[in-house]
């Protein structure tokens, strides 16, 4: 498929028929992942990944949850977010560091392999766009830390949700719709709160009226507004 079609965005300011010779030319190969646990190695990937770019994500929303002796955390990734399994910590450090992926929403990836890369290499405007993706991604994390900090259950609730709609909300005259299917663990992961901790605080801003489960797929924020940290 031609990557800069399903994602304009990766071309940034270029324009014209530079433009349409890129999207013409930036072409990858895609694969499909099915929700559930997803090993990045157990399927039609290589064992190489020399000169790769990356994987892109077309569609669909995966976790990355990371286990720290016992400690977990995790992050939510996305339409336009690059993903480079193969460079997880290979284990030589002091602390051991695992690292799983699950796939909430039915994902497509692009394949942006040593082929791929070649033939991008004629856009510096692309290059700069996948790394500035990757230093939003550093910062989202950054954001997620700051969330874990608050003391109340409540305030990192409405501050994770905050942190989400602005990258994944839609507003409507009820407020923000946020289409993600989220469950009360992967929320917890988030957080840094127990899964009961979740369950509880989230039942009292729905009761109040503030972030509603409208579906399993799609969450209702009515004051995105973050609440001061206690």
């Known amino acids: 498929m031609r990557v800069a079609e399903e994602d304009p965005a ?13 999207r013409h030319q930036l072409v990858a190969r895609t694969v499909w992942v099915e929700a559930g646990r997803w090993d990045p190695f157990d399927g039609d990937l290589p064992r190489h ?6 994987l892109l994500v077309l569609d669909g929303l995966l976790v990355r949850r990371v286990e720290l002796q016992g400690l977990r955390c995790c992050e939510l990734l996305g339409p336009g977010d690059v993903l480079r399994p193969w460079d997880e910590d290979d284990g030589s450090g002091t602390l051991e560091c695992l690292a799983d992926w699950r796939v909430l929403e039915p994902a497509r ?8 890369a070649r033939r991008a290499a004629r856009w510096p405007t692309l290059s700069a766009e996948l790394m500035q993706r ?11 830390l700051a969330v874990t900090q608050a003391r109340r259950a409540d305030v990192r609730l409405r501050a994770l949700f905050a942190h989400l709609a602005d990258r994944w ?3 409507t005259p009820q407020g923000i719709i946020l289409p993600l299917r989220l469950t009360h663990t992967v929320i917890a992961q988030l957080t840094g709160l127990r899964r009961p901790s979740v369950s509880l605080s989230l039942g009292e801003l729905e009761r109040s009226g503030e972030i509603v489960r409208l579906s399993r797929d799609a969450w209702l924020i009515a004051n995105p507004a973050l609440a001061d940290a206690a």
């Open 10 to 22: 990766l071309l940034g300011a270029l324009t014209g028929e530079l433009a349409d010779t890129a």
């Open 49 to 54: 990944f020399d000169g790769w770019l990356g």
């Open 109 to 116: 990836l692009a394949l942006l392999d040593d082929s791929f």
């Open 134 to 144: 990757t230093l939003s991604r550093s910062r989202a994390l950054s954001i997620l």
């Open 169 to 171: 909300g839609r507003v």
